[in-house]
T-cell receptor, first 114, second 111 residues
Framework: NAGVTQTPKFQVLKTGQSMTLQCAQD?????MSWYRQDPGMGLRLIHY???????DQGEVPNGYNVSRSTTEDFPLRLLSAAPSQTSVYFC?????????????FGEGSRLTVL | DAKTTQPNSMESNEEEPVHLPCNHS???????IHWYRQLPSQGPEYVIH???SNVNNRMASLAIAEDRKSSTLILHRATLRDAAVYYC????????????FGRGTQLTVWP
């Protein structure tokens, strides 16, 4: 099992560019989510999904798009990058198991927008 | 969505017990209490979870108040490797909920 795999680990963008952060898990988890972490701010939820074809917004969804066409993958798209989106992004997944499902996190993707 | 309140920081000496508190006064009857920790430059990792009864595992113990409005993560003997940010979150029974991590508690362990 590879667990939760995020790519790329590092990325530098210019303002206005678009890109996709990839997240894949091989544990057949129904629940997947994206967080961003800024210094001193803890983890903030961007979007989450409870299964293929189902997504919903978290605390800070503006500027980000997601889709869930397969159980394994949950990409995060930045449509027009802004410096305020400079952050470390974490993907997480778990079973939808009556609230007991342990969250597994990826190693993070560090994004810098110039 | 129920949220939690934790102290910003705590300190401990190595090999001493550490009690990390968490308040969740608006917890619902179906919310599970989860604890995670984040080591420097890493993603968060699961520590322990519980519903009503106290729980023990190889990493820590979780003590849950009788009214469930607060809980305490107990590290029985802190090591330098336990220095991390600890997050207390609530996970709804249906698991359809948003999982809010907040800022957590920064634990410093002194040698």
């Amino acid at each position: 099992n590879a667990g939760v795999t995020q790519t790329p680990k590092f990325q530098v963008l210019k303002t206005g560019q678009s890109m996709t952060l990839q997240c894949a898990q091989d544990m057949n988890h129904e629940y997947m989510s994206w967080y961003r972490q800024d210094p001193g701010m803890g983890l903030r939820l961007i979007h989450y999904s409870v299964g293929a074809g189902i997504t919903d917004q978290g605390e800070v969804p503006n500027g980000y798009n997601v889709s869930r066409s397969t159980t394994e993958d949950f990409p995060l798209r930045l449509l027009s990058a802004a410096p305020s989106q400079t952050s470390v992004y974490f993907c997480a997944s778990s079973y939808r198991r009556e609230g007991t499902g342990e969250l597994f996190f990826g190693e993070g993707s560090r994004l810098t927008v110039l | 969505d129920a949220k939690t309140t934790q102290p910003n920081s705590m300190e401990s000496n190595e090999e001493e017990p550490v009690h990390l508190p968490c308040n969740h006064s608006t917890i619902s009857g179906t919310d599970y209490i989860h604890w995670y920790r984040q080591l420097p430059s890493q993603g968060p990792e699961y520590v322990i979870h519980g519903l009503t009864s106290n729980v023990n595992n190889r990493m820590a113990s979780l003590a849950i108040a009788e009214d469930r409005k607060s809980s305490t993560l107990i590290l029985h003997r802190a090591t330098l490797r336990d220095a991390a940010v600890y997050y207390c979150i609530l996970r709804d029974f249906s698991t359809l909920g948003r999982l809010y991590f907040g800022r957590g508690t920064q634990l410093t362990v002194w040698p």
